[in-house]
């Protein structure tokens, strides 16, 4: 029998359910807060210049995750990123192992854009707090007040302290369990160069001072326009400065990037991200049938993009009661 199911949050691990549970044959809904589809996996634009400001690429080592990363990059949706990588400020300066890094293409958004292609996908609908009644579970949205539909079950992707608030008063021990998820931030700039950086690499980890990755996202398969590097702060860093006006962070990162050699700037972009990142359990996901709700997210399947598609397609499972095989 077809279920109703709402899925709130079109990140990786969101898409990653909605198609399983899809292909078998339900009829799901996915909202997000967002214009568009892919949570951290994301591009922003302007005039002669893109850029990469979340996610800056992914790796594949589940066999799961490989088979359907190849099926992406036979699509053209993803390409190995062939970087010259580099160690800055390690005394040892060991190179990182290398393992074959994935990117979107034309930009890290088109990943999410290519998963929502043939779902119900609706943007600009920021889920608020669900209340479960006695036919099922109804929603509402900050921009379009209750919705009509009654959804059987309802999948929470969205990152662990969202996730905390959503199920305050519906779910309050998932809640709880949520909030015991601690996720790092990271501030970002993007810089669109006056003239090409000669550093002689297209990204390095930085190790010392308030950087800790900086990478030139021309050098990405399928990019173009002006030169544009993105600069990551550490997660350290950027938790001591989480409240800082953007202005400051944004003098302190681009003098700590001309520092190590880079050139002046004609724009800069700053962004803020609270939960970037995480030190994830490897639980896979959280699925409780007789409340008819579902957790997914990076946060529970190791981190990163692997661990959010792997966590989407575990939920899936758990639900349709299959073994991820
Ligand atoms: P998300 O992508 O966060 O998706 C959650 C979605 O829920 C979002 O679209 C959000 O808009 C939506 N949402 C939240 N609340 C609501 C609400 N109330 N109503 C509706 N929608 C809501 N991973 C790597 O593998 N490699 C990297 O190099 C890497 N670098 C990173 C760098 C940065 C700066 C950041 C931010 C992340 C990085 N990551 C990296 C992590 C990676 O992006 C994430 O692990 C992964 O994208 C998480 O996917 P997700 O679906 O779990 O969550």
Redesign the pocket.
């Known amino acids: 029998m077809s279920t109703s199911i709402a899925i709130?949050?079109?990140?990786?691990?969101?898409?990653?359910c909605a198609s399983a549970l899809s292909a078998a044959g339900h009829h799901v809904v996915v909202?997000?807060?967002?214009r568009g589809?892919?949570?951290?996996?994301c591009t922003c634009r302007g005039d002669d210049w893109q850029a990469d400001?979340?996610?800056?690429?992914?790796?594949a080592r589940h066999a799961l995750f490989q088979r359907e990363v190849a099926r992406w990059v036979e699509s053209g949706v993803v390409a190995p990123w062939q970087l010259t990588p580099a160690v800055l400020g390690s005394e040892r300066n060991p190179l990182p192992e290398a393992p074959v890094r994935y990117v979107g293409v034309p930009g890290m958004s088109a990943l999410?854009k290519a998963l929502a292609s043939g779902l119900d996908v609706r943007t600009g609908?920021?889920?608020?707090q669900p209340v479960r009644q006695a036919d099922g579970w109804r929603l509402s949205?900050a921009e379009h007040g209750a919705l009509d539909a009654v959804y059987n079950q309802i999948v929470v992707?969205?990152?662990a302290p969202?996730a905390a608030?959503?199920l305050a008063q519906a779910a309050p021990a998932l809640s709880t369990m949520a909030a015991a998820q601690n996720m790092e931030p990271?501030w970002?700039v993007i810089a669109q160069l006056a003239e090409p950086a000669q550093f002689g690499f297209d990204a390095a980890f930085v190790n010392g001072g308030p950087l800790r990755?900086i990478a030139r996202n021309n050098s990405k398969p399928g990019r173009s326009g002006q030169e544009c590097w993105v600069l990551?702060a550490s997660e350290q860093w950027s938790a001591q400065h989480i409240e800082h006006d953007a202005a400051d962070v944004t003098e302190a990162l681009f003098t700590a990037f001309r520092q190590l050699g880079g050139p002046t700037a004609v724009a800069v972009r700053t962004?803020r991200?609270r939960?970037?990142?995480?030190v994830a359990d490897q639980i896979g996901s959280v699925w409780d049938a007789s409340l008819g709700m579902g957790l997914?997210?990076?946060?529970l399947q190791g981190?990163?993009?692997?661990?959010?598609?792997l966590?989407?397609r575990h939920l899936a499972h758990q639900m349709l009661e299959r073994r991820l095989a």
Do not use: M
């Open positions: 709130i949050g079109a990140g990786i691990a969101g898409l990653s909202f997000d807060k967002a589809p892919g949570g951290r996996l400001h979340g996610a800056q690429y992914f790796t999410g609908y920021t889920i608020q949205s992707a969205v990152p969202q608030a959503l990271c970002t990755w990551q962004h991200w939960y970037a990142n995480c997914c997210g990076d946060w981190g990163r993009v692997e661990g959010a598609w966590s989407g």
